[in-house]
Each structure stands twice: as structure tokens, then as C-alpha cells.
């Protein structure tokens, strides 16, 4: 694996920087005591402080999108017309998992109870498709960074914590914003590393219409576990310049 | 043979680094869109902060000995 340039550097600042408070001892120079200190201070922090192993965000891309063609193929194939429902933990074994159902026909009925209990891909009544969502890894990861599961928590909870593991912690946007009215939650993502993923998958229609590509999809599960409503994706629009994603999710009565 | 540097000297010195410190972590803040600065943000932040406490210390060993000395 290649050295990282800080990684050199800092050993170089390190090395001096002693050499230089090891020197100021018999000379008795401040002088050379401070400048000592000073780069042996930098170069501490730079080894300290160096990036951890990041990826392209092309390479990101790259990988996703492949996968997520496959299942556009697969729901035009099949002739799906539905919408993605998000199902809640209720309805699923295993709080880490997530389903998303996706109806033959335009309509939101959830399946039945025996429908949803037994592990099929494919649902008789009504009849569609059960799918895991793009995004589940992503949710299992804010999980993680949070400490908690969103099936604890409410949306205020959401409202005050998720902002702040979008741009500081996990740093995937510089803005994040989210309003709620009704039964309508609206979430605003500017300059997003998923911003080019979201455009590519903007040409996958039943992607883009209907699942969601991994960022959107990820916030639907992350509010069907919060709220605990069947969550579908009503709208998803991408800026011109490909920097702002606004998505619109819809809570449904069950 | 001694340190060169006496108290009040690394006293300055830590001010200084601190300031430079926390000045840094807050210009890089990705709440003003720095986003493709590929360090660790949070160890920064982290020891900003503690030489900024580092800091303050020596300035409250300096307060309590004027205060002992009246």
C-alpha cells in the first residue's frame, strides 16, 4: 500500500523537531526549545490526524449502480406498476431487515399477515414483489453511528440527530433539512456524494419512481422504522446542477 | 543542563497553538461546506480543545499563585 504524503511528512517533522529539543538542552537555546516543541507538535498531530482510507466516489458509484439496473430490469420485465411500499419492523422477523413490497398494479394495499410472515419473494394477494431496499445498509449504518435503533425513537428525535450525522459525522452532505406536515415528510439533501449516483439512477425509471435509489431509499427505511407507518417514496427531484435531492415520502394509514 | 524553556514559556506557547488549533477545526467545520478535506476532523477538533484546556490550566495555576502570594 502506498505511504500517504502527511504520513512522511509527519515522521520528517517529528524527527527534526526532536533532534532540535535534544539539541537546546546542552546549547540552552529557547530558541531551538521552541522550534523542537513546534514541529514535533505538528508532527505528532499530523501522523494523529491523517485521512482514514477513503474511496472514489466514482468507484461508489460504479459499484451500486450495476445492482440497481439489474432490479430496474427486473420490475419493467415483470411489468410493475406500484409504487414501493417500506414496510415497518411489525411486519418483518428481524429488526436489522427491511422489505419494500411493490404492488403489480398502481395501488397501496399491504399484503396480508400471511403474505408478510412467510419468507416469499413473491406475494399472491395482492400480487407484487418483496424486495430488499438499495439503502438498508445505509440505515443499519446511521443506526450504528447514532448508538441506537430507530425503533425507539420519534421523529423529533430524527428532526434534532439526523442533520448532524449527515454533514459531521458520517459527512455525506453539507446541508440536510426536513420538514413534516401531515402525513407528507420532506427532506432536503444539498451536496451529497451520492449526487451523481442519484442522477444515473434518474434514467432507471422503475429505480427512480418507485425503490429509490440507495440515498432516499435509506431515509424511507430510516422513517418507516421511526414512525412505524408503511412509507412510500411519492417524489424525488434532482437540481439542475445535480447539487440539491429533495425527496417527498408519504406515510400511509394502515 | 536544564530545559530552556520555563513555564510561562510553554504557557505562551500552548496559547498559541491552541488558537491556531481552534481556529483551523472551526474554518474546516463541514458546516460551511468543507467537505473534501480528507482529515480526521473529529482528532483535530479533539486536540484543539485539549491544548486549548491544557491552556487554561497553566493560566489558573498562574491566577492561584498571584492570589496566594497577596
Given at each position: ?5 502527511s504520513g512522511i ?10 533532534i532540535?529539543?535534544?539539541?537546546s538542552?546542552p546549547y ?5 526549545a ?10 505528532a ?6 485521512p482514514?482510507r477513503?474511496?472514489?466516489?466514482d468507484l ?13 430490469n427486473?420490475?419493467?420485465k ?11 419492523p411489525k411486519?418483518?422477523?428481524d429488526?436489522?431487515s427491511a ?7 398502481n395501488?397501496?394495499t ?8 412467510e ?5 399472491t394477494?395482492p400480487?407484487?414483489?418483496?424486495l430488499t431496499p438499495?439503502?438498508?445498509?445505509l ?6 453511528k447514532?448508538g ?9 428525535y ?8 449527515f454533514?459531521?459525522?458520517l459527512?455525506i452532505?453539507?446541508t440536510?433539512e426536513?420538514?413534516t ?7 432536503k439533501?444539498?451536496g451529497s456524494?451520492?449526487?451523481n ?5 434518474g434514467?432507471?425509471s422503475k429505480?427512480n ?7 432516499p431509499s ?8 421511526t414512525?412505524g ?5 411519492k417524489?424525488?427531484?434532482l ?6 435531492i429533495?425527496v417527498y415520502?408519504?406515510m400511509?394509514?394502515e | 543542563?536544564q530545559f530552556p524553556?520555563?513555564?510561562w514559556?510553554?504557557s505562551?506557547?500552548?496559547?498559541v497553538?491552541?488558537i491556531i488549533l481552534?481556529v483551523t ?6 458546516y460551511?461546506?468543507?467537505t473534501?478535506?480528507?482529515?480526521n476532523?473529529?482528532r ?8 486549548g484546556?491544557?491552556?487554561?490550566i497553566?493560566?489558573?495555576?498562574r491566577?492561584?499563585?498571584i492570589?496566594t502570594?497577596?
Open positions: 500500500m502506498r505511504t500517504k504524503p511528512i509527519g515522521y520528517i517533522l517529528l524527527f527534526f523537531g526532536i532540535s529539543l535534544i539539541l538542552i540552552a537555546s529557547s530558541i531551538l521552541f522550534i523542537g516543541l513546534g514541529l514535533t507538535f505538528w508532527g498531530l499530523l501522523l494523529y490526524i491523517k482514514e477513503y474511496v472514489k466516489v461508489l458509484d460504479s459499484m451500486a449502480l450495476s445492482t440497481l439496473e439489474t432490479i430496474n427486473l420490475l419493467t415483470l411489468n410493475y406498476k406500484g409504487k414501493a411500499i417500506y414496510l415497518p411486519h418483518l422477523k429488526l436489522k422489505k419494500a413490497f411493490i404492488p403489480s398494479k395501488e397501496t399491504i399484503p396480508s399477515t400471511e403474505e408478510l410472515t419468507e416469499t419473494i413473491f406475494s394477494n400480487e407484487g414483489i418483496f438499495p439503502g438498508l445498509a440505515t443499519n449504518l446511521y443506526e450504528e447514532l441506537t435503533s430507530f425503533t425507539k425513537q420519534d421523529m423529533q430524527l428532526l434534532k440527530n439526523l442533520p448532524k450525522l454533514i459531521e459525522d459527512e452532505a453539507e440536510l426536513i420538514k406536515s401531515n402525513n407528507v415528510v420532506h427532506i439533501i444539498t456524494v451520492f449526487q449516483l442519484c442522477k444515473k439512477t434514467k432507471l429505480i419512481t418507485s425503490l429509490g435509489s440507495p440515498l435509506s431515509l424511507a427505511i430510516t422513517l418507516t422504522r414512525t407507518k408503511p412509507i412510500i417514496i417524489k424525488t427531484d437540481s439542475k446542477d445535480n447539487k440539491t429533495e415520502y408519504q400511509i394509514e | 543542563m524553556l520555563s513555564f514559556d510553554i505562551l506557547w500552548l496559547a497553538t491552541a481552534l477545526s472551526e474554518l474546516i467545520s463541514p460551511y461546506g468543507k473534501n478535506l480528507l482529515i476532523r473529529k483535530l477538533r479533539q486536540t484543539a480543545l485539549t491544548i484546556i491544557l491552556f487554561m497553566t493560566v489558573a495555576i491566577i492561584y499563585g492570589i502570594s497577596i
